[in-house]
């Protein structure tokens, strides 16, 4: 065994009871269980509230569309091969697994006329996406072939390019700190050499000079060949434990869709100018986003997002029903619990450490007397006694801060 299998997500994954891949269901194809979906909902309400607070309007698009829309956005011209094939239902009438929101967001700028005033607009989605990735380079949550992608395409007018990209910049380091994200470095994906690419070499230095110029003050590296079929972007590398590196955070931009689409919004002075649009993911996808999670936390999630906040455990049976009561308590007040009655107390600490629970409270005949619980830290501490609305309250303030230590900090 290597080093990295000791903290291969795969592994802890499956430990932890919170993701499982099935061959039945297919490589590439995982199964989120009830504790890994506890820990994504909660890191997908923080990012969709996070993108709420700065002015991202969120929408709902179908996983698949017609052939002809994929045709006009360029992806079965330019992205076919990472494609899964067409599904036929008759003659005239194909659809295809969606290998990237961005055509659906188009036709929601062009559901109706658009303003100047409106932009830019962030049209935001945490949507379903496809890749045809081959059977060999499948792994957990790394690769897969079903993806959730935290995702928003930002309409603007060109002159609104280079301050949305910093704010952009802002909201993935604001996002990174929350999770315990650490990158391991900016990369400026540019145009390498071939024909995979769309647009004319104006606009290419154009966009490239944007990025440039909202990078100003960051460490980056350039990487020709990396760039997206329809622009160059902004990367930000993630290393998992096995020494890989893959893209978390990604800011693109993208001269070519909109005029595509022919999307145009009526400007000041009244004529029609054609928007630029911004691809961009805070986070990546949920997928990968957990697999460098899971490792980088070795299972530990910060108290916000663990998928079991709090434990109790009673000493014995007499305190089975009080326990309970806590956990009623615990789950009114917003927070994930449970109590654990069977075996010896040793064994369900030993257990709750186990599965990286990051707050225990145990209950004995005298915290019933006292109307209280011994709360203990997953990193060891132990807390005197403390009446049980002192002990909740601890735990959602460290909650809502979202912080990595497990005790609120003034
Ligand atoms: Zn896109």
């Not at 909660?42 to 709902?60: Q, T």
């Not at 910060?302 to 455990?313: E, G, I, K, N, R």
Request: glycine share 10%; with cysteine.
């Amino acid at each position: 065994m290597k080093e990295s299998d000791m903290i291969d997500h795969r592994r802890l994954g499956r430990e932890l009871e919170l993701f499982v891949s099935d061959p039945l269901a297919g490589a590439g194809l995982p199964i989120w269980l009830p504790a890994g979906a506890a820990a994504r909902h909660a890191v997908e309400e923080y990012v969709r509230d996070l993108e709420r607070r700065a002015g991202y309007r969120h929408v709902y698009s179908p996983p698949l569309g017609k052939r002809e829309l994929f045709e006009l956005s360029g992806h079965l011209g330019y992205f076919a091969d990472d494609m899964f094939p067409a599904m036929r239902l008759s003659a005239d009438d194909e659809f295809v697994l969606r290998p990237a929101l961005c055509p659906h967001h188009a036709l929601v700028f062009r559901a109706r006329g658009r303003s100047y005033r409106e932009l830019p607009l962030r049209i935001a989605e945490l949507g379903g996406m496809y890749r045809a990735e081959r059977s060999g380079v499948l792994g957990g949550l790394s690769r897969v072939r079903a993806i959730s992608l935290n995702d928003a395409h930002n309409f603007c007018a060109l002159e609104q390019v280079g301050d949305e990209v910093r704010e952009i910049l802002r909201l993935i380091r604001e996002a990174h700190a929350a999770l315990g994200v650490r990158p391991a470095g900016f990369r400026l994906s540019l145009r390498g050499p071939g024909e995979k690419y769309v647009g004319d070499d104006a606009q290419w230095a154009r966009a490239e000079g944007l990025l440039r110029a909202a990078l100003d003050g960051v460490d980056f590296t350039e990487e020709p060949g990396e760039a997206a079929f329809y622009g160059p972007k902004i990367d930000i590398q993630i290393v998992d434990a096995a020494g890989r590196e893959s893209t978390i955070s990604t800011i693109q931009l993208d001269f070519d869709k909109p005029e595509k689409f022919d999307l145009s919004y009526t400007d000041a002075d009244g004529s029609r100018r054609r928007p630029v649009l911004v691809h961009r993911s805070l986070v990546g996808s949920m997928e990968r986003l957990f697999a460098y999670l899971i490792e980088v936390h070795a299972g530990a999630f910060p108290a916000w997002y663990a998928p079991v906040q709090l434990l109790l455990l009673p000493v014995d049976e007499g305190q089975a029903g009080p326990a309970v009561d806590v956990v009623r308590r615990a789950e009114a007040a917003g927070l994930r619990a449970e109590v654990d009655v069977a075996g010896s107390l040793g064994a369900r600490i030993r257990d709750a450490a186990r599965r990286r629970i990051p707050y225990v409270g145990v209950v004995g005949p005298r915290e019933v007397a006292d109307g209280a619980v011994s709360l203990r830290l997953r990193d060891g501490r132990g807390l005197a006694p403390m009446p049980v609305a002192d002990a909740l309250r601890l735990i959602e303030r460290v909650v809502a801060a979202r912080s990595g230590d497990l005790l609120p900090q003034h």
